[in-house]
């Protein structure tokens, strides 16, 4: 078969054969671990819905340990649900996850307690410590933070920010920022900028973190600071106009989007989802997507994907089941999800699609090549001669 058949061939994979095609021979191995080979397969499957997933982090109500579940895009009834080993042995019952958050390329970030970070791809099991920002010495205490995560396709690296304390005489949070490349942390400087303070949601899209935070001077009117990953820099965002704190605005990603829900009013208590449009304008960057009647609504529902169908949205509700609401019939249908039968709960929930990128990459590289200067030192010393 020609070369290049092949590639279009295997590039049109899944994750899980090509992983096994791996050991059919040694040209098939080489071809699937190149980075470029990676890349494009990456590309394909960010506009392939059939290899994006959800990731769910809880279990049973009765149980305490954290249990690590994958499922199928988009959501429906045939939908199957697979349980995932943790990425380090028994850590999901030792601790439960603090933070998760994933970027383009189906990385995950998990942040346990005591500042236990891990970068993790369950589609290729592979994982990798991360280490911490805190001093050895004060790793035993617990310092309130919150992460975000993201990559930065200019520089090819996978960036985390840390917002938070590291001792506790400090009465301001700091801003840390780790990259993959380095293998480092540095300081970016003091939370919060210009008088704001945080205040609830953290998520990621684009390479730019967005946080909901309050300003001193306004204590009821929330707003949106960002911060680009690539620039290292915060920004105020705009919301779709005035926000009220009783409006309980919550931050998401729906599909690539940021995402916005909310109560529309103090009487009406309407359920609103807002959808931030990529290409529109500064001034008015924001469209309702969908209005939900109070009758309808409830207060704990969490926007997680679009239909395949008919682009309804699919909605979490706190008890661990999954609903489609039908904006025409003004109604919500529950979702039987294959594997997620009985009463379960669930404290996190991201979107990744499936990747053959390696969290470890990065940091072989940086190994190599600092390898390769140590021994270009010793070559070097070896030849003189005293």
């Known amino acids: 078969m020609p070369y290049d058949i092949t590639i279009n061939i295997l590039l049109k994979l899944p994750v899980i054969s090509l992983l096994r095609f791996k050991c059919v021979c040694k040209l098939w191995r080489s071809l699937i671990e190149d980075p470029q080979f990676i890349k494009f397969h990456g590309d394909m499957s960010k506009n392939d819905m059939h290899r ?13 340990d954290d249990y690590f579940y994958s499922l199928d895009v988009p959501l429906q009834h045939d939908s199957v649900a697979s349980l995932l080993e943790p990425p380090i042995p028994g850590i999901n019952q030792l601790s439960r996850v603090c933070f998760t958050s994933s970027c383009s390329n189906g990385i995950i970030l998990l942040v346990f307690p005591y500042d236990l970070i891990v970068l993790w791809n369950p589609s290729i099991r592979e994982s990798r410590k991360i280490p911490s920002p ?13 992460y975000g995560f993201g990559y930065v396709s200019s520089t090819d690296d996978y960036k985390i920010v840390r917002v938070g304390k590291k001792d506790t005489s400090a ?13 480092s942390w540095k300081l970016i400087g003091k939370f919060p900028p210009n008088n704001f303070f945080f205040e609830g949601d953290i998520v990621t899209v684009d390479g730019i973190v967005y946080m909901r935070a309050m300003t001193y001077w306004s204590m009821n009117e ?3 600071l960002s911060f680009c990953l690539e620039a290292e820099q915060f920004q105020e965002v705009l919301f779709p106009d005035r926000v009220q704190r009783f ?16 109560l529309h009013d103090n009487s009406s208590r309407d359920f609103e989802v ?10 008015n ?3 309702k997507i969908l209005t939900i009647p109070s009758m309808h609504s409830g207060r704990c529902l969490r926007p997680v994907s679009f239909t395949k169908t008919n682009g309804d949205i699919v909605f979490m509700r706190n008890k661990g089941y999954f609903e489609v609401y039908n904006s025409n019939r003004h109604e919500f249908e529950v979702v039987e999800v294959v594997g997620l039968e009985g009463p379960l709960y669930f404290n996190w ?17 940086n190994f190599k090549k600092m390898n390769a200067r140590v021994q270009k030192k010793n070559t070097y010393l070896n030849g003189l001669k005293f």
Request: hydrophobic share 40%; net charge positive; with cysteine.
């Open 274 to 283: 807002w959808c931030m449009k990529k290409d529109g304008l500064m001034s």
């Open 349 to 365: 929930l991201v979107s990744y699609a499936e990747s053959l990128f390696s969290p470890k990459q990065a940091w072989i590289q």
């Open 247 to 262: 409006q309980d605005p919550v931050l998401y990603v729906l599909g690539e989007n940021l995402c916005l829900t909310r």
């Open 285 to 287: 960057p924001w469209s």
């Open 134 to 146: 805190i001093l050895k010495k004060r790793l035993r205490k617990r310092f309130p933070a919150i």
């Open 222 to 224: 929330c707003t949106i």
């Open 52 to 64: 994006h997933k959800i990731f769910l982090i809880g279990g049973e109500c009765d149980n305490k």
């Open 171 to 183: 009465g301001y949070y700091e801003v840390d920022l780790f990259s993959t490349r380095t293998d």
